[in-house]
């Protein structure tokens, strides 16, 4: 019998009831229903042969049959090549079926086919046990301070905390301190003006679906991180991809984009893009406004990285400089605080917010307070900015020490711009690499990629290393080894 | 000048630049432009005239009308009767305009047509202070343990809190903690089949993007809390609500249904339904099953009500007798321990978890990590049971009051049944009053009520109440102020 056959529980024959109105082909059917809908009987296994059934369960074979065609008919099991019968679907699965293009399909836009299988591979991969995650755009668990998160609830006496439903924008307090965190970033930004959504992901997912029109289309940097992720393509939009130079998104593609008005937005990000790790200068940052304002297109600027600068701070956000209501802006803490309190906020012109407010209360009611109330408390007491300033420095040191690896491995191998904050090092290999063979091999050694071709179909040479997750330790490892990986791959190839 | 007129900034005169190689009509187009952005004319407003933003802008007229003409062409400003102008839009708001219907309509089903400025106006009036809330479905918040929520993180070290992005399906130990407490309950539910949601109105919104195509039907009982919320009518789903007699959803009218395979979905609150309280009876649950398995429709199981009982714990879950995966089950921490919290969970056939895990993933990175520890600790250390029994003290306490002051109030007004668990009173009106104008009078009386026709635009007589808002104090209150408001209406009436 082979290994991925299935067993007959024994004590199956009990149940066909022969003295029972139900014919007992339509019990037998009821039998296999109940198998494979339980899960007993996975989808992709063997069936027992009818042979076999028939006289497990003590009926002829022809009973197993007309069994076996019924289920058939109804597209649970199909018959295979080896002359056995495989579960094909149940019924749930059969529900599941009627759509895969809506979530498995990605629109095509900007030529952009994006690679959705290695993106499903990624952070099914992330959670493999010491595999060395070298692209993961997330704090390593070391920089959460997860502690002093909890330590905050001590206190929680003298304050005490909500715990009801919260406003439709979020709970004031908290919308207070992120005005007034917002402040000296130059950002003017009334409470009521402030959304809190749970991260930057559900940002763009409440624009998508309470601003834009199926078939609108995104004007974005390319490659983008936005790429390798559903949220808008997912709600049928567009994908315009734009290059960047050295100052950021170029202004003159933009001018001369042919929009629709109400149907087409511009997405940034525009301080330590990811992946590339560009800044958009000031200059630039000036120029788009006054195009984007002129073109009457707004603008949705993702600044969750803005804290992170190593070098200096970047230059102020285009939120900042924003005069007309023109700009959406998204911020967050998961990137310098804690993933897992999944805050984030959106600030915009008023009646944008309440529009998403709106959607954001018919959706999930709200984020968890406990998570506003600990986000307040951070921002209030300081502990945000003292977190902020150890993750850049922690940081700092983490770059300069991939940096150094990559110039004792690949300076023949590849070239790259020393990033000035953020995450990540856009590394463009020299030789000629396969980019789905260079990733199996490197999941196969223990080590997890994300490359560029995630982020912009034409980036095959690329790979997005972040510098934030894995150790020092790792890092020494997986770098040499990924050397060793590109020159096998490269030699193969001659 | 009229009291909405706007006023014009006088420090505005030094912006227009006389020397400026762009011409005076555009920077009065821009300097309105700015206004109407900016939010300092807010949408609706009136204009100053042209001749006195002439004048104040030392401008000629013709440069002003220019101006107006352009922006009125732009659909930002448009003429009015009285021969004003008034702000009719801005940037975002054209944006916003393209798809009200999106949001705005529902979709027609079942020749029920929600009544949408009411569940408005009910969502915006709880924010009014001192109102009193008489149908409001949530625990009155001295029946949110707060304090103990937040002793629970005192503990904190001895078990460590990770908040970092959480696996796809919620935190391990939280799904294995829902798996312990469904089993007494009689579901057998392994933590991989379980998924950890932000609420049950999330998990109806994964459901609804993630199994089901636009078109699809949803069957329901009829009234139902799900005509009441926007999310699956907004994705495109008909509703086809089916009668309930004193055993809950009418199983005969169930198996008329004529449905199309994999777009035919049964929606049931099979416990201490909303509004009506009715507890579905055993035998009933078993013809549901019944049917639902022989027609291979799946069901919705929402049972967040389920530990609320007062005279008797209720008959078990439909998911509880379920051996074919058909039953997907919702659960909830809202309604017993803290709506704040944001914490549900989804259980079901594994494939649709999966399924489910992905959107989520997608949607928002997983539910906040800190609200996850929480609930984790609060069902593990027994806190939640030990809640719940208190809850369920005060609820009996606060419904025999409710009930008894209905006896006294409005015996000769009203109809209604005990109910045994929940939160609701569906109290039957015996005069013929126009909901919408009692719900205003009643508003304007400071008492906010849940007419039944947000849950069956054929329940114009009914209201639901809910004895787990408001206070003894506020009912007392309350109830003879409602008396007396019917009676007048009736009276006025006649």
């Known amino acids: ?30 039998y296999i229903t109940n198998q494979i809908a339980t899960g007993e009987w996975a989808i992709g296994s063997q069936l027992p042969s009818q042979r076999v059934l028939a006289e497990r369960l003590r009926v002829n074979r022809s009973t197993v049959t007309a069994a076996f065609d019924e289920l058939t008919a109804q597209g649970l099991i199909a018959g295979n090549r080896g002359g056995g019968t495989q579960v094909i679907n149940n019924t749930w699965g059969l529900m599941a079926k009627q759509k895969p293009a809506d979530w498995g399909a990605y629109v095509e836009a900007g030529q952009f086919k994006p690679n959705l299988p290695m993106i ?94 199926r078939g609108s289309t995104i004007v974005l940097e390319k490659p983008s991180y936005l790429y390798s992720v559903h949220v808008f393509q997912s709600s049928g939009m567009r994908f315009y991809g734009l290059p960047m130079d050295s100052e950021g998104l170029m202004v003159d593609c933009l001018s001369q984009i042919n ?8 997405y940034s990000i525009s301080t330590f893009h990811n992946p590339t790790g560009k800044v958009m200068t000031s200059a630039r940052r000036k120029s788009i406004l006054n195009v984007c304002e002129r073109m009457r297109l707004p603008i949705i600027e993702d600044d969750v990285y803005r804290d992170l600068w190593i070098d200096a701070p970047p230059p102020p956000s285009l939120k900042s400089m924003d005069h007309s209501g023109n700009v959406l802006y998204i911020g967050s803490l998961s990137k310098v605080l804690s993933p897992g309190l999944r805050i984030g906020w959106i600030v915009g012109e008023r009646s944008v917010i309440n529009r998403l407010a709106d959607i954001k ?32 420095d922690q940081l700092r040191i983490r770059r300069d020490y991939m940096l150094d690896l990559l110039s004792v491995y690949f300076s023949d191998l590849a070239k790259w711009s020393s990033p000035s904050g953020g995450f990540y090092v856009w590394l463009k290999l020299i030789p000629d690499i396969d980019p789905n063979t260079l990733f199996e091999c490197a999941l196969a050694n223990g ?30 490892q997986a770098i040499p080894a990924l050397r060793k990986l590109i020159v096998n791959l490269a030699e193969e190839k001659v």
């Open 1 to 30: 019998m082979k290994n991925n056959q299935l067993m007959i529980r024994g004590d199956y024959l009990l149940k066909l009831n022969r003295k029972s109105p139900i014919p007992l082909r339509r019990q037998v059917e009821a």
């Open 120 to 213: 499903r591979t990624i952070n099914q991969a992330e959670f493999i046990p010491d595999i060395i995650r070298l692209g993961t755009g997330e704090l390593s668990p070391d920089l959460i301070p997860s502690n002093d998160l909890a330590k905050l609830f001590l206190n929680v006496s003298t304050h005490g905390m909500s715990l009801g439903y919260s406003e439709p924008k979020g709970n004031l307090r908290l919308r207070e301190e992120v005005s007034k965190f917002l402040k000296p970033k130059g950002v003017a930004a009334d409470p009521e003006s402030v959304l809190i959504v749970s991260g930057a992901l559900q940002a763009l997912q409440l624009i998508s679906i309470g601003l834009l029109d």
């Open 447 to 476: 080590i997890l990629l994300n490359p560029g071709v995630v982020y912009d179909r034409a980036a095959s040479h690329y790979l997005r290393l972040s510098y934030a997750y894995a150790s020092i330790n790792e890092m020494d």
């Open 259 to 266: 929009k629709e008005r109400g149907k087409t937005i511009v």
């Open 361 to 392: 209360m018919q959706n999930d009611y709200g984020s968890s307070a406990l998570s506003q109330w600990a986000a307040e408390e951070c921002m209030r007491s300081g502990m945000y900015e003292a977190h902020a300033s150890y993750v850049r």
